[in-house]
């Protein structure tokens, strides 16, 4: 889980932010279903690998992003779940009204 804040005022000033605020973070996770499965109708699948070792002499991993996964290795049975809230905290910019110049072509005040 992850709470993501963006602010132009320093974190100190503006206060902290809780995970218990979002509901997203204390919802049930969803319930799947799949009626083959439910009756008995599972797909086996069987694999022979000539060389069953995995071998990785280099990686390099420069950036992974939020719903990211890097995995090297056996992913028979992988169980995963992310829940990330966005905050963006921003003043409103002020509006300025245009300024009609001697062209007639609109021109932006200066605040």
């Known amino acids: 889980m992850a709470l993501a804040v963006q602010r132009k005022e320093d974190h100190a000033k503006s206060g902290d932010v809780y995970f218990e605020s979002y509901r997203i973070f204390s919802r049930p996770n969803p319930i799947l279903i799949d009626p083959e499965f439910d009756e008995g109708r599972v797909i086996r699948t069987t694999r022979t690998n000539c060389d069953p070792c995995i071998r990785v002499g280099f990686i390099r991993v420069i950036a992974a992003g939020n719903s990211s996964s890097i995995h090297i290795g056996n992913g028979q049975c992988v169980s995963g779940q992310a829940r990330v809230k966005h905050i963006r905290q921003y003043p409103k910019e002020k509006m300025t ?15």
């Open 97 to 111: 009204q245009p300024i009609i110049s001697s062209h007639n072509q609109p021109a932006m005040a200066s605040p």
